[in-house]
């Protein structure tokens, strides 16, 4: 085979991988259409513990930290401002709806090391897993910028109501 032979064969491979890449994020967006939370702010008066700048890294379904979740505004990582009050934490992605998650369905808030395609010091993200308006139990990922993950998940952790085994729901 000539090199020209060679280089048409390694770009057509090329091609194909790219468009089945394309195929399986477009089949991913289509199921994962429909919105996880309704957008909304904090009430007027929060009760306002903590605020924490953050990098959102990805929502997947529960304990499959390596698929993500295409839902509108939550596909692609972002900067984000995490506001931490006692009616709940308030989630602002740039680019993105800014959402609350009050603490009844918050199920529970911890530390992890990996999420898709981040990986980091041990502990390094706070992994917020948490049930969507349809009733699915998700986990988001975040990387905190300014304060270490144990910082926002004690944090988040201080929010929730406990229960006879902790804060897991």
Not at 67 to 86: C, D, H, N, W, Y
């Amino acid at each position: 085979m000539s090199r020209q032979g060679a280089l048409l064969v390694m770009i057509g491979v090329a091609v194909v991988l790219l468009g089945l890449l394309v195929w399986a994020w477009i089949r991913r967006t289509r199921r994962d259409s429909a919105p996880l939370v309704q957008a909304a702010q904090l009430p007027v008066g929060a009760h306002v513990r903590a605020v924490f700048d953050v990098l959102y890294v990805a929502t997947t379904r529960r304990d499959t930290p390596l698929e993500r979740i295409a839902a509108p505004g939550m596909s692609f990582r972002s900067k984000a401002t995490l506001t931490v009050a006692q009616e709940g934490l308030e989630v602002d992605l740039t680019g993105g709806n800014r959402f609350v998650l009050t603490p009844d369905r918050i199920l529970d808030v911890g530390q992890s090391t990996v999420a898709i395609d981040r990986v980091v010091e041990q502990g390094g993200l706070t992994k917020l897993t948490w049930r969507t308006d349809a009733g699915a139990v998700v986990d988001t990922y975040f990387r905190p910028q300014d304060a270490s993950a144990r910082a926002l998940a004690d944090a988040v952790a201080g929010i929730l109501t406990p229960t006879p085994t902790g804060t897991d729901a």
